[in-house]
């Protein structure tokens, strides 16, 4: 495992510390109504469950899987329902937490998918931004970090389904997925998608 991480990123300590500042916020933002936390598997495993105990308002939680037909370097934001919601939105107040985002396709996709629903209100909070999500039309209402463009593993986030479980956020040692150290800040969106479908083959993947 040592050998396939690069450097740490973001350590447990500041992961924990900038989740409970965003858990603050959202308990103040939300005080006197009842949230629903919208979590979208996998990623978003850790990033829920420790941003729901940080904070101290009473939440539910709910959870989506969604995948997305690529070319196998891209997320095409065509996306499809794997794991629907258990309950009805209708009139709730909504946060969706996801881990990160990239291009910020499948985001986009679920949040119009939700909003036709009719939820009394829909924010987004994503652990980790990169530089690609400023061009995307979703306003997110709380951000834990914004980085780079290296590709990231850890803490839910995952390559190959590998290294979700990894308490901190890191970078991934170029000969890992084959590249040499020119391709180590090659784009999250194409290792995103080659990682979830390994060979980076054309067709649908699971891209969160
Ligand atoms: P988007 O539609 O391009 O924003 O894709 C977002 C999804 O791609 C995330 O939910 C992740 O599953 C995956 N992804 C993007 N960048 C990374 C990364 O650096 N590490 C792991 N997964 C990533
Ligand atoms: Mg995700």
Same mark, same amino acid.
């Given at each position: 495992m040592g050998a396939d991480l690069?450097?740490?990123?973001?350590t447990p300590d500041r992961l924990q510390s900038r989740i409970a500042e965003l858990a603050a916020q959202i308990d103040t933002d939300y005080a006197d109504r009842e949230l629903l936390l919208v979590g979208v598997l996998k990623g978003a495993v850790m990033v829920m469950a420790d941003l729901a105990r940080a904070m101290r308002l009473p939440v539910q939680m709910d959870w989506m899987a969604v995948s997305s037909y690529g070319s #196998?370097?891209?997320?095409? #934001?065509v996306v499809r329902i794997l794991k629907d919601l258990?309950?009805?939105?209708?009139d709730r107040h909504v946060l969706v937490v996801e881990d990160i985002i990239d291009s910020g396709l499948t985001l986009s996709w679920l949040v119009r998918n939700l909003q036709s629903r009719g939820p009394a209100s829909l924010q987004v909070c994503a652990l980790l931004r990169k530089p690609?999500?400023?061009?995307?039309?979703v306003a997110v209402a709380y951000t834990g970090f914004d980085i780079g463009d290296a590709f990231v593993i850890g803490y839910g986030l995952d390559y190959a389904e590998r290294y979700?479980?990894?308490?901190f956020i890191g970078t991934l040692a170029p000969h890992v997925y084959g590249g040499g150290p020119d391709n180590a800040a090659v784009s999250g969106a194409a290792l995103g998608a080659a990682g979830n479908a390994p060979g980076g083959s054309t067709g649908e993947h699971v891209v969160t």
């Open positions: 690069a450097e740490v990123l973001i #196998g370097t891209k997320s095409s #934001g258990d309950c009805d939105i209708t690609s999500a400023a061009r995307v039309d979700r479980n990894l308490p």
